[in-house]
């Protein structure tokens, strides 16, 4: 069995003033830079895959792979990814999740076929995942307890920057450039991560640790491909399906297997005992629920500018900038007041504003004006900061820091599975609300009210923000099919975020129940 005080520290010595080597605010530039090239691809390529489907030919379901598939392989790697971390160093497993990205980002705009860019799209995500745990963890050694919060901010403020900021410079690339160009933005970005990561980042890795838990890593994947699998399939198999409902059952024998392993193990993938600190696991529920109530939410906004108002991807990308101009001065602020006060009142506070957020959003009619979504977006930002910059400080801060490593990866595939999760229930139910008010949209605007078949067809492409038109009507039934289904697609999305904003209510409950990280490290911690 394996002990450890004080693991997880630099291997050689502490940094100084005259060395850049090892410095925190260093070290939080440096592992900025390789995340905001993640998130920035995470939100440029929505804007990019109308483009990709029909250049490359790909169909409605292909081009769902495109960022399906990314998001399988990261879920899956995640917390594999941050015990490689642990155990051969978070600096050496960054850089390398740097440069893979990088290159299977040139190796995707270069892809001629949509096979081959799936392809190089499930690699990516697994370059990803070596990335974002390892970056937690680096911060989590850096810097000493007391200026974690405001560390986590500030990398938060950068993460939600990149990510609004995503729409405005994909419809640029898109509209001035090329689809490709999307994923070639990837390469420089990469090269200065590398370079300053080379010069920045001191090596740091759990030294009492030393053996990778194969068949824990083997039924962990399982277990995380199973339930990510059933989650972004159901919409397609239906959630009551024998294969749905396999794939769940898979999931639950799975993760039992792993974790009875774990309470075995002599070196645990997961050790069991993380989640004896209520707060990590709060932490790790309010993950799921954060990022259930805003990825799923958000999934939609595209389709609703671009398909029902009918914007170009840079105009759609230019109505996000009050969330990216928000997150500039919420991250930061949050790290600073969960730092005074503890992160009870700021996440509270803050889900509490991200549901008033949602609500609005589920106000929105279909001539919505730029303020319209502005007073939401901006309100989103003050609201989400505080959130995942506290959420990841629970997680992350309340783990030992020898398990640092793994605790970044648990708090991001949290992430993973949760948006996952919000963009499946959360479409499913709109497909679900277009489906029933349908038909009487269609009579409401004179036209003959569509067969339960005709429904069937229809209710997929609407729930997309698509009219349905058949080639040859005259200009009236056109218009006439439009509104009608640009009207559902509203009905189905105010009642998206109608159920965003009661889970953002429920997530703001749990947070009663977790306290601060710790800001010393504790005494030794049983890790295998």
Same mark, same amino acid.
């Given at each position: 069995?394996?002990?450890?005080?004080?693991?997880?520290?630099?291997?050689?010595?502490?940094?100084?003033?005259?060395?850049?080597?090892?410095?925190?605010?260093?070290?939080?530039?440096?592992?900025?830079?390789?995340?905001?090239?993640?998130?920035? $691809?995470?939100?440029?390529?929505?804007?990019?895959?109308?483009?990709?489907?029909?250049?490359?030919?790909?169909?409605?379901?292909?081009?769902?792979?495109?960022?399906?598939?990314?998001?399988?392989?990261?879920?899956?790697?995640?917390?594999?990814?941050?015990?490689?971390?642990?155990?051969?160093?978070?600096?050496?497993?960054?850089?390398?999740?740097?440069?893979?990205?990088?290159?299977?980002?040139?190796? =995707?705009?270069?892809?001629?076929?949509?096979?081959?860019?799936?392809?190089?799209? #499930?690699?990516?995500?697994?370059?990803?995942?070596?990335?974002?745990?390892?970056?937690?963890?680096?911060?989590?050694?850096?810097?000493?307890?007391?200026?974690?919060?405001?560390?986590?901010? =500030?990398?938060?403020?950068?993460?939600? #920057?990149?990510?609004?900021?995503?729409?405005?410079?994909?419809?640029?690339?898109?509209?001035?450039?090329?689809?490709?160009?999307?994923?070639?933005?990837?390469?420089?970005?990469?090269?200065?991560?590398?370079?300053?990561?080379?010069?920045? =980042?001191?090596?740091?890795?759990?030294?009492?640790?030393?053996?990778?838990?194969?068949?824990?890593?083997?039924?962990?994947?399982?277990?995380?491909?199973?339930?990510?699998?059933?989650?972004?399939?159901?919409?397609?198999?239906?959630?009551?399906?024998?294969?749905?409902?396999?794939?769940?059952?898979?999931?639950?024998?799975?993760?039992?297997?792993?974790?009875?392993?774990?309470?075995?193990?002599?070196?645990?993938?997961?050790?069991?005992?993380?989640?004896?600190?209520?707060?990590?696991?709060?932490?790790?529920?309010?993950?799921?629920?954060?990022?259930?109530?805003?990825?799923?939410?958000?999934?939609?906004?595209?389709?609703?500018?671009?398909?029902?108002?009918?914007?170009?991807?840079?105009?759609?990308? !230019?109505?996000?900038?009050?969330?990216?101009?928000?997150?500039?001065?919420?991250?930061?602020?949050?790290?600073?007041?969960?730092?005074?006060?503890?992160?009870? =009142?700021?996440?509270?506070?803050?889900?509490?504003?991200?549901?008033?957020?949602?609500?609005?959003?589920?106000?929105?009619?279909? $001539?919505?004006?730029?303020? $319209?979504?502005?007073?939401?977006?901006?309100?989103?930002?003050?609201?989400?900061?505080?959130?995942?910059?506290?959420?990841?400080?629970?997680?992350?801060?309340?783990?030992?820091?020898?398990?640092?490593?793994?605790?970044?990866?648990?708090?991001?595939?949290?992430?993973?599975?949760?948006?996952?999760?919000?963009?499946?229930?959360?479409?499913?139910? #709109?497909?679900?609300?277009?489906?029933?008010?349908?038909?009487?949209?269609?009579?409401?605007?004179?036209?003959?009210?569509?067969?339960?078949?005709?429904?069937? !067809?229809?209710?997929?492409?609407?729930?997309?923000?698509?009219?349905?038109?058949?080639?040859?009507?005259?200009?009236?039934?056109?218009?006439?099919?439009?509104?009608?289904?640009?009207?559902?697609?509203?009905?189905?999305?105010?009642?998206?975020?109608?159920?965003?904003?009661?889970?953002? #209510?429920?997530?703001?409950?749990?947070?009663?129940?977790?306290?601060?990280?710790?800001?010393?490290?504790?005494?030794?911690?049983?890790?295998?």
């Amino acid at each position: 069995m394996a002990h450890a005080k004080t693991v997880g520290s630099p291997l050689s010595g502490s940094p100084t003033g005259r060395r850049a080597q090892g410095h925190p605010w260093l070290t939080l530039i440096a592992v900025s830079l390789g995340v905001i090239m993640v998130m920035l $691809d995470g939100t440029v390529v929505a804007i990019a895959n109308p483009v990709i489907a029909t250049e490359l030919g790909a169909s409605l379901a292909e081009i769902q792979w495109v960022t399906s598939g990314y998001l399988l392989a990261l879920a899956v790697f995640l917390i594999t990814a941050g015990k490689l971390g642990d155990l051969f160093g978070h600096k050496r497993v960054f850089m390398a999740g740097v440069a893979g990205f990088a290159l299977t980002s040139l190796a =995707i705009g270069l892809s001629q076929g949509i096979g081959w860019l799936i392809a190089f799209r #499930v690699l990516q995500g697994l370059f990803g995942a070596l990335l974002q745990p390892a970056a937690l963890a680096l911060l989590r050694v850096a810097f000493p307890g007391e200026r974690l919060n405001m560390a986590i901010g =500030i990398w938060g403020a950068a993460i939600g #920057v990149s990510s609004a900021a995503g729409p405005i410079v994909g419809g640029v690339l898109v509209e001035k450039v090329n689809w490709q160009s999307v994923f070639f933005i990837n390469v420089p970005v990469g090269l200065v991560a590398l370079v300053v990561g080379l010069i920045v =980042i001191k090596e740091s890795r759990a030294g009492a640790l030393s053996r990778i838990d194969w068949p824990g890593v083997l039924l962990l994947s399982g277990a995380m491909f199973s339930l990510v699998w059933a989650i972004i399939k159901a919409p397609e198999y239906g959630w009551g399906d024998v294969k749905t409902i396999a794939f769940g059952v898979a999931t639950l024998v799975l993760g039992a297997l792993f974790a009875w392993w774990q309470s075995r193990a002599r070196e645990p993938l997961l050790p069991l005992s993380l989640f004896r600190n209520a707060s990590v696991s709060i932490g790790t529920v309010l993950m799921i629920l954060t990022a259930f109530s805003m990825f799923g939410a958000m999934f939609f906004l595209t389709f609703f500018f671009q398909g029902v108002h009918g914007l170009t991807p840079l105009d759609a990308g !230019l109505r996000m900038l009050p969330m990216s101009a928000g997150m500039i001065v919420a991250s930061p602020l949050a790290g600073f007041l969960i730092g005074r006060l503890g992160p009870k =009142i700021p996440i509270a506070g803050g889900m509490l504003i991200t549901a008033v957020s949602m609500f609005l959003l589920s106000r929105l009619g279909i $001539d919505a004006a730029f303020v $319209d979504t502005a007073i939401p977006f901006a309100l989103l930002a003050f609201g989400l900061s505080p959130v995942m910059v506290g959420a990841t400080e629970i997680i992350v801060g309340n783990a030992p820091v020898e398990l640092s490593g793994v605790a970044g990866g648990l708090q991001q595939s949290a992430m993973q599975v949760g948006g996952s999760l919000g963009t499946a229930v959360l479409g499913a139910i #709109v497909v679900a609300k277009v489906a029933d008010v349908l038909p009487g949209h269609f009579t409401a605007q004179g036209l003959p009210a569509p067969t339960a078949g005709q429904v069937d !067809l229809m209710k997929d492409a609407v729930a997309y923000g698509q009219a349905p038109v058949p080639p040859g009507l005259p200009d009236q039934a056109v218009q006439a099919i439009t509104t009608a289904s640009h009207l559902s697609f509203l009905d189905g999305m105010h009642l998206g975020y109608t159920v965003s904003a009661a889970v953002a #209510v429920l997530a703001a409950l749990l947070v009663v129940f977790v306290r601060a990280g710790r800001k010393i490290d504790g005494p030794s911690v049983h890790v295998g």
